[in-house]
């Protein structure tokens, strides 16, 4: 997930960290279209043709040679690199260039073999994974199956409380089968356990590192030691994070072509956006939505976008209120200005979402070639005031007070929280809008208590595999991120269904009957999709602009521009 703050999934089902899904992170694209590399027609969210607004590219152009050195931006700067609690933007974009997974997710959102070179499924609850020969930790120690098992048990240690640990839910034990080789035993089916080795979920590092660092473990003074083709060198808490190249790395195609990589933590957006203006940075994802037009047509650089699997929502947090009626629920949706929104939110660039996951996250499946037969038998809620007030006045909600968590993050979060503020007065209801600081904008994500007296909260939410059941599994009865503890046993049944089919057509039918009891309930209030963000300066180019970058080694493919 993702929030202009933050947000999570689940930490039982921690497929949503703390800060997974960030209300600081908030990020679009440009208004202009992107003018080289690889494009493709407009459109990165749910609707058809996508939004003229922008248009999608696939690679920046090739770089012409290599770098000494760049710097990035991140908006925050990371609690740890411990890859047991990266789940959010500032620890996985850096980890994503330093630590590597069982299996890799590609920028065209597909999987390919990492540091497992085979993996193989002999029974419905078995995992076999052949570990890659040849594969060097950063301090020049050989990659075992003895380091997969280490790594892999700390989603499964309740000490650790790893942020991950809901992949896990049904791992009944991690084994190491043979010099190269870990098995992976479930208690019950699960098609998404493998998905989730391209993610987090999947990474490796030394046991010996794990045992020797203990709780310092990702923190400044050790940071990590990993496999990817750049290592950790050094962190100055509260200024910067330093990389440098491995040139022990075994994937010569993924070379890295910069000797260093400087991440310099710029919390304030105006100040991220004058770095690039100046070249102080050379680059940065999340570019802040106020600045499309601006570095849109700046001559410092270049404004891309790329495939996401984000979605805007409104997150219905207290089903005792009114919006415990789901004809409550519809009604505000279809009271939101979602076009209106997105117009004055993010300058158009995004697409008003049909459902709560992105079509990139059916691609794929079988489904994928009558998506648009799928997302038309979906319930709608086009903007119809009138008609969202009738319904609202027939739950006889009229008068009661309903309560809008929101943070002072940026333009397009007040946006969003006046215009849902706007809809709860247009069909009765009486909104109240509650201001919190950042921190405990982030705490609604975590603690039950901090959520006590919200009905409403907003989330960008991301998902980290290429299914749609990242997200609807996070709706669950019980799930943690199911903030609102709304329950429906058809729904709990399909995701069930859906986890346990590892033929893809019967996962993909299963997916899709959750999806549309989920629309028809409305436990989440889904706004608009956007787009990934990038801005590169003009030293820099190679990147491929993908959601995918919180998790592949998009740092290695930067060079210098020609």
């Given at each position: 997930?993702?929030t202009?703050t933050?947000?999570?999934?689940?930490?039982p089902?921690?497929?949503?960290?703390?800060?997974r899904?960030?209300?600081?992170?908030?990020?679009a694209l440009s208004?202009?279209?992107?003018?080289?590399g690889?494009?493709?027609?407009?459109?990165?969210?749910?609707?058809?043709?996508?939004?003229?607004?922008?248009?999608?590219?696939a690679k920046t152009?090739?770089s012409?040679?290599?770098?000494?050195?760049?710097?990035?931006?991140?908006?925050?700067?990371?609690?740890?690199?411990?890859?047991?609690?990266?789940?959010?933007?500032?620890?996985?974009?850096v980890?994503?260039?330093?630590c590597?997974?069982l299996?890799?997710?590609n920028?065209?959102?597909?999987?390919?073999?990492g540091?497992?070179?085979?993996?193989t499924?002999?029974t419905?609850?078995?995992?076999?994974y052949?570990?890659?020969?040849?594969v060097h930790?950063?301090?020049?120690?050989?990659?075992?199956?003895?380091?997969v098992?280490?790594?892999?048990r700390?989603?499964?240690d309740?000490n650790?409380?790893?942020?991950w640990?809901y992949?896990?839910?049904n791992?009944?034990?991690?084994?190491?089968?043979g010099p190269?080789?870990?098995?992976?035993?479930?208690?019950?089916?699960?098609?998404?356990?493998?998905k989730?080795?391209?993610?987090s979920p999947g990474?490796v590092?030394s046991?010996?590192?794990?045992?020797?660092?203990?709780?310092?473990?990702?923190?400044?003074a050790?940071?990590?030691n990993?496999?990817g083709?750049?290592?950790?060198?050094?962190?100055t808490?509260?200024?910067?994070?330093?990389?440098?190249?491995?040139?022990?790395y075994w994937?010569?195609?993924?070379r890295a072509?910069?000797?260093?990589?400087k991440?310099?933590?710029?919390?304030?957006?105006?100040?991220?956006?004058?770095?690039?203006?100046?070249?102080?940075?050379?680059?940065?994802?999340?570019v802040?939505?106020?600045?499309?037009?601006?570095?849109?047509?700046?001559?410092?650089?270049?404004?891309?976008?790329?495939?996401?699997?984000?979605?805007?929502?409104?997150?219905v947090?207290?089903?005792?209120?009114?919006l415990?009626?789901?004809?409550?629920?519809?009604?505000?949706?279809?009271a939101?200005?979602r076009?209106?929104?997105?117009?004055?939110?993010?300058?158009?660039v995004?697409?008003?979402?049909?459902s709560?996951v992105t079509?990139?996250?059916?691609?794929?499946?079988?489904?994928?070639?009558?998506?648009?037969?799928?997302?038309k038998?979906?319930?709608?809620?086009?903007?119809?005031?009138?008609k969202?007030?009738?319904?609202?006045?027939?739950?006889?909600?009229?008068?009661?007070?309903?309560?809008?968590?929101?943070?002072?993050?940026d333009?397009?979060?007040?946006?969003?929280?006046q215009?849902v503020a706007?809809?709860?007065?247009?069909i009765?209801l009486?909104?109240e809008i509650?201001t919190?600081?950042p921190?405990?904008?982030?705490?609604?994500?975590?603690?039950?208590?901090?959520r006590?007296?919200?009905?409403?909260?907003?989330t960008?939410w991301?998902?980290s595999?290429?299914?749609?059941m990242?997200?609807y599994?996070?709706l669950?009865t019980g799930?943690?991120?199911n903030?609102g503890?709304?329950s429906n046993?058809?729904f709990?049944?399909?995701?069930?269904q859906a986890?346990?089919?590892?033929?893809?057509?019967?996962?993909?039918?299963?997916a899709?009957?959750?999806?549309?009891?989920?629309?028809?309930?409305?436990p989440?209030?889904?706004l608009?999709?956007e787009?990934?963000?990038?801005?590169?300066?003009?030293?820099?180019?190679?990147?491929?602009?993908?959601?995918?970058?919180?998790y592949?080694?998009w740092?290695?493919?930067?060079?210098a521009q020609?």
């Amino acid at each position: 997930m993702r929030t202009s703050t933050s947000t999570t999934t689940s930490s039982p089902r921690a497929s949503t960290s703390p800060l997974r899904r960030s209300l600081l992170a908030i990020s679009a694209l440009s208004l202009t279209a992107a003018c080289s590399g690889t494009a493709h027609p407009t459109g990165a969210g749910n609707s058809p043709g996508g939004s003229a607004a922008y248009q999608l590219t696939a690679k920046t152009p090739a770089s012409t040679g290599e770098l000494n050195s760049f710097t990035w931006s991140l908006f925050a700067e990371p609690t740890s690199i411990d890859y047991a609690y990266a789940f959010d933007y500032p620890p996985n974009t850096v980890l994503a260039n330093v630590c590597e997974s069982l299996l890799r997710w590609n920028p065209d959102l597909t999987t390919s073999p990492g540091l497992a070179s085979a993996v193989t499924n002999p029974t419905p609850t078995t995992w076999v994974y052949t570990i890659r020969s040849g594969v060097h930790f950063h301090d020049g120690s050989p990659l075992t199956a003895d380091d997969v098992v280490a790594s892999l048990r700390r989603n499964l240690d309740p000490n650790v409380g790893s942020y991950w640990s809901y992949p896990y839910r049904n791992v009944k034990s991690v084994d190491r089968t043979g010099p190269l080789q870990v098995t992976v035993t479930l208690s019950t089916p699960d098609s998404t356990f493998n998905k989730y080795m391209a993610a987090s979920p999947g990474t490796v590092e030394s046991a010996a590192t794990l045992r020797k660092d203990g709780k310092d473990y990702g923190n400044p003074a050790k940071g990590v030691n990993c496999t990817g083709p750049f290592a950790f060198s050094s962190w100055t808490p509260g200024q910067s994070l330093v990389l440098t190249r491995f040139d022990g790395y075994w994937d010569q195609t993924l070379r890295a072509k910069s000797k260093q990589v400087k991440f310099v933590f710029l919390p304030d957006a105006t100040a991220r956006v004058n770095a690039f203006q100046t070249g102080e940075v050379d680059g940065g994802w999340m570019v802040p939505p106020n600045s499309y037009a601006q570095l849109g047509s700046s001559s410092a650089g270049k404004l891309y976008y790329g495939q996401n699997t984000t979605v805007a929502d409104e997150v219905v947090n207290n089903l005792k209120g009114p919006l415990g009626n789901a004809d409550v629920r519809r009604a505000l949706l279809m009271a939101i200005d979602r076009k209106g929104i997105i117009k004055a939110g993010v300058a158009g660039v995004g697409d008003v979402a049909d459902s709560l996951v992105t079509r990139n996250n059916w691609n794929g499946s079988p489904q994928s070639s009558t998506l648009d037969g799928l997302l038309k038998a979906l319930p709608a809620y086009p903007y119809d005031p009138a008609k969202a007030k009738q319904l609202a006045a027939k739950a006889g909600v009229t008068g009661q007070k309903v309560v809008i968590a929101t943070s002072p993050l940026d333009s397009q979060t007040t946006i969003i929280t006046q215009a849902v503020a706007q809809a709860a007065t247009a069909i009765g209801l009486k909104p109240e809008i509650d201001t919190i600081s950042p921190d405990k904008y982030t705490a609604l994500f975590t603690d039950p208590a901090a959520r006590k007296g919200i009905d409403l909260f907003l989330t960008f939410w991301y998902t980290s595999i290429t299914d749609p059941m990242d997200m609807y599994g996070s709706l669950q009865t019980g799930a943690f991120s199911n903030y609102g503890s709304w329950s429906n046993p058809q729904f709990d049944a399909a995701v069930n269904q859906a986890v346990g089919a590892y033929d893809p057509a019967a996962h993909a039918a299963a997916a899709a009957k959750a999806q549309q009891i989920a629309m028809d309930q409305l436990p989440w209030l889904p706004l608009y999709t956007e787009p990934v963000s990038l801005f590169l300066g003009k030293r820099i180019t190679g990147v491929q602009p993908s959601i995918d970058y919180l998790y592949y080694p998009w740092a290695a493919e930067i060079g210098a521009q020609g």
